[in-house]
């Protein structure tokens, strides 16, 4: 019982520390250090052989400006320590505080000398010195230490240090040679290498880490120095640079293209589709494995499907054919198939074929996501077909299967989407509130973007005449009704002309004339919105999709240029940012696709 009572003793006087130090710490945030000196005090007199209750009243002294209180402290506390390096290093800051800069550095290197004799202590040393923000002295002991003693490697924090100093190079050049001692510490390496690099291939950070890398492959074609340099490229979203560096790796050892799959993956998600393509019929030209053919060729023909005019889908649909032909039509090709019907609804107006398609796929063994993913595809060619109520059963049922995926999420937004198409914009508005926050991020932009589109165009007019015929010609552009689309756009731009919703149907239709290959009237759609909303919030989508016409459709890549530079000098906050920079360097000309 008594052995009770004393640990439960201990217990509640450490928790009254820990209280009194969150408070002290409050006191000493908010600059009330002589409420905080009290407990401090306090603390002190309770633990005085704890260092961390003498570092904490050392501290606010020296906020109070009580020099001589901090040495007094110092020398009663070397009286009962027989090891007593750190307080010189405290008196020596402490000097430095006074200006007395050549007595603080007497302090300073007694610390650093007694690493000669106690290697050991290197780490407690070099520490305290980066809690004084002395970076050198802290670099200067562990470097000795680890001089000393080779079983000593205090290499990460050596680099951590070059880093806050700025000195990249050597910070990259330590975090390297430690990847080449064990390759395993390649993940946090790079972890820290984040914190210097960007997607800008002229920041400081890149170019060193670039410089650093090429200089070891000269000397040494290690295969880890691809993989950096390939990581590098990635984070610049350079992905053929990056698939030059993954190409290289397998053609050493072509055990398997695994890092060329998460390559390409994320050259789409990124939609750099030009550097995926190239990757895609790499893959499917050089892959022994079944598996890596199956998925580069349905990436690539889903590829090739979003990006085709309607010339092109008899042959894609031949071509979806033929690949269920040969891989058989089951749940191991449930992807490709789900896609297919996506074609066929979308693309070529064929939602029954669609539909009879997701039947058969269902009554094979799925599991509950692949279930819910097929009840979704249904929903929309259901929506397609304007058969709403009987969407929206489905897309109910996804929410209540799969109640925290983030296909609910989805779910839901197609709820409040189909709300849209039916003219029920209150209630489609009260959805899309709740989806702001959702934790897809792509989700949350949908329901920002289609949220405002309400909002926005509902203010002045309550009678929503402007809104229900905009949504009424979106709801014939997801249907792939074109000409229909085309013609209830041109409709509303002539009876709402000088409305908000201007900016909006014109490039609602500017997308449609694109799908009809009609570029000029697309290029021409563009263009009004620069000249007449070069202050909207669409026009750097304008400014993107021009330039992206003049360089793939109208051959004229020099007209691209000017445009994308716009995106990069005015609009930095575009999601077209990247891929727009990305290309006029291209268009510039001055990276070499060939080289590292």
Request: net charge negative; aromatic share 12%; glycine share 2%.
């Amino acid at each position: 019982m008594r052995t009770l009572f004393l640990v439960v003793a201990v217990l509640s006087c450490s928790m009254g520390f820990a209280q009194d130090s969150k408070l002290a710490e409050n006191y000493m945030d908010q600059g009330e250090y002589t409420k905080a000196l009290k407990i401090y005090q306090k603390i002190y007199e309770l633990n005085k052989r704890n260092p961390r209750s003498v570092f904490a009243l050392v501290e606010v002294y020296q906020q109070l400006e009580r020099y001589e209180s901090v040495d007094s402290l110092i020398d009663l506390v070397q009286k009962t320590t027989t090891r007593d390096e750190v307080f010189s290093i405290e008196r020596g800051y402490n000097a430095t505080l006074q200006g007395k800069d050549s007595l603080a550095n007497r302090y300073y290197q007694k610390a650093i000398k007694a690493i000669d004799s106690l290697p050991q202590l290197t780490y407690g040393i070099a520490y305290r010195f980066e809690q004084r923000n002395e970076l050198d002295r802290a670099i200067a002991a562990y470097e000795k230490g680890m001089a000393l003693n080779d079983k000593l490697n205090y290499n990460y924090q050596l680099s951590r240090l070059y880093g806050e100093k700025g000195d990249l190079e050597k910070m990259f050049d330590t975090n390297i040679k430690m990847i080449e001692q064990d390759a395993v510490y390649r993940s946090r390496a790079q972890a820290l290498f984040s914190q210097y690099v960007t997607d800008d291939a002229e920041n400081e950070g890149n170019k060193i880490l670039r410089k650093v890398l090429l200089l070891r492959l000269r000397e040494n074609p290690d295969p880890i120095y691809n993989q950096l340099l390939s990581w590098l490229f990635v984070q610049q979203k350079d992905f053929k640079k990056a698939f030059i560096q993954e190409r290289a790796i397998y053609m050493r050892d072509q055990t398997n293209m695994y890092n060329i799959q998460d390559l390409v993956e994320t050259a789409i998600d990124e939609k750099d589709l030009e550097a995926a393509a190239e990757i895609l019929d790499y893959m499917i030209e050089e892959t022994q494995s079944i598996s890596v053919k199956y998925t580069a060729q349905s990436l690539k023909i889903k590829l090739r499907a979003a990006a085709a005019t309607a010339e092109a889908y008899e042959q894609i649909k031949q071509d979806y054919e033929s690949l269920l032909t040969y891989y058989g039509r089951d749940k191991e090709t449930f992807r490709l198939q789900l896609d297919y019907a996506n074609f066929l609804a979308f693309k070529t107006n064929q939602p029954q074929e669609a539909s009879d398609l997701l039947v058969a796929l269902e009554k094979t063994s799925l599991s509950t996501f692949q279930k819910a993913d097929v009840k979704m595809l249904l929903a929309d060619i259901l929506v397609l077909q304007e058969q709403f109520h009987r969407a929206l059963i489905y897309y109910s049922q996804i929410q209540n299967d799969l109640p925290n995926d983030l296909r609910s999420q989805e779910s839901q937004f197609k709820v409040a989407r189909t709300s849209y198409f039916q003219g029920d914009f209150p209630w489609s508005l009260t959805q899309l509130k709740v989806l702001r926050s959702a934790a897809s991020k792509l989700i949350a932009n949908d329901a920002m973007q289609l949220s405002l589109t309400i909002a926005d165009h509902s203010i002045e007019d309550t009678t929503f005449v402007a809104l229900k015929a905009f949504a009424k010609a979106e709801l014939k552009q997801y249907q792939n009704k074109t000409a229909e689309a085309i013609t209830l756009y041109d409709q509303l731009l002539l009876d709402h002309k000088g409305d908000p919703i201007e900016d909006e149907a014109l490039l609602n239709q500017a997308q449609l004339y694109e799908v009809e290959g009609s570029f000029e009237k697309a290029r021409d759609n563009y263009q009004v919105i620069i000249d007449n909303y070069g202050d909207g919030i669409l026009a750097d989508d304008a400014y993107y999709r021009l330039g992206l016409l003049y360089q793939e459709q109208l051959a004229a890549p020099q007209k691209a240029k000017p445009l994308f530079e716009k995106i990069i000098f005015n609009h930095a906050d575009s999601i077209h940012f990247v891929d727009a920079r990305r290309r006029y360097r291209r268009l510039r000309g001055d990276e070499n696709e060939k080289a590292f």
